[in-house]
């Protein structure tokens, strides 16, 4: 089986992309990613808020609000408290491309414009192959429009895309009024893909100190969904890569995947949770379903469950829905 696939422009010996994660910060284990059969890794993320030395968005809301803003700058961790500060993520990214063959994904984690775009020109220099930008915020300030939000990020993206040359792909939370009219934006700034979707970590609660509690779990299969439903459609509408992020475990979460329009899928939680050698087990799954199924190759089966092979749209948009819900307890 031919299990080669394109993303960003960049040829992949497989779909199988360790996403974004502390795991990267071992070199040795990011060879155990390749030997394994992971055809690329994306960098954990450095933020705006370490690169540009502040609090940014505690900035922002001083902008907003003046000097009545509440002092956030107790929930950002301290510089010292960072995995990798700006030196050390660039030399981690050097060691990375000097042991391994796969690609290595630089990531930012930025929402607004401002000088934190230039570090990445330091990251092509580095030698990273391509970018994600993840574009995680969580608009409180009811003053702010919709279309505001997505100008504001549509400023960082463009930003970044002048500060360098590499392949860019774009992180994004399913959290638009029109996503497909978003990604048709962000298709007109040169990017090159898109990521579905971000994890929103919400904060639990601490009823006794009165404080937010940072609260990580880890994906599961069930998580997929929204992502299969948002790639059929967006493949469809925009010329761009997509992978997915969030939700792949199996063999079985990586075809729907695939046929659904990504043209990689990322994993973390299952690489966590099993090791590296559980992406050779979902590999082989995947040859053994295109066996079955008499698909050749990854391009063969890409995409094919995407919305352009629905006669009626209208039937995906809503009519599922209705159906769905018509369908319970019967």
């Known amino acids: 089986m031919n299990l080669t696939t394109h993303y960003l422009g960049l ?69 010292g408290e960072y995995k990798l500060d700006k030196d050390t993520y660039l030399d981690q990214i050097a060691a990375i491309k000097k042991r391994v063959q796969i690609p290595c994904i630089a990531s930012l984690n930025g929402y607004q414009p401002g000088p934190w775009t230039e570090f990445a020109r330091h990251v092509e220099q580095a030698g990273a192959d391509a970018i994600e930008l993840n574009t995680y915020h969580i608009p409180t300030d009811p003053r702010e429009t919709a279309e505001a939000v997505e100008n504001r990020i549509l400023g960082a993206v463009e930003a970044v895309r002048k500060a360098t040359q590499l392949p860019i792909a774009v992180k994004l939370s399913p959290m638009f009024s029109s996503l497909a009219n978003f990604a048709a934006k962000l298709e007109a700034t040169g990017i090159n893909g898109l990521t579905l979707f971000n994890r929103f970590y919400q904060s639990d609660m601490d009823i006794e100190t009165l404080q937010p509690v940072p609260s990580i779990r880890m994906s599961d299969s069930s998580e997929l969904l929204m992502r299969i439903h948002w790639l059929a459609i967006l493949s469809h509408h925009v010329d761009l890569s997509f992978a997915i992020s969030g939700g792949v475990h199996t063999e079985v979460d990586a075809i729907k995947a695939i046929m659904a329009g990504a043209n990689a899928v990322q994993t973390v939680s299952s690489v966590m949770l099993n090791g590296p050698k559980h992406i050779t087990t979902m590999l082989n799954g995947i040859s053994e379903w295109m066996k079955r199924h008499g698909y050749a190759s990854i391009e063969q089966m890409h995409a094919n469950l995407n919305l352009s092979w629905c006669a009626d749209q209208s039937a995906f948009e809503r009519g599922n829905y209705v159906k769905t819900l018509q369908s319970y307890g019967t």
Request: hydrophobic share 40%; charged share 20%; aromatic share 8%.
């Open 11 to 79: 040829k992949l010996t497989g779909p199988v992309v360790l996403g974004a994660s502390p795991m990267v910060d071992d070199v040795d284990y990011v060879k155990m990613i390749e030997d394994a059969g992971g055809s690329a890794i994306v960098m954990h993320s450095i933020f705006q808020e370490q690169i540009e030395g502040a609090p940014v968005s505690d900035i922002y809301s001083r902008e907003i609000y003046g000097a009545a803003a509440m002092d956030s700058t107790g929930e950002f961790p301290k510089p």
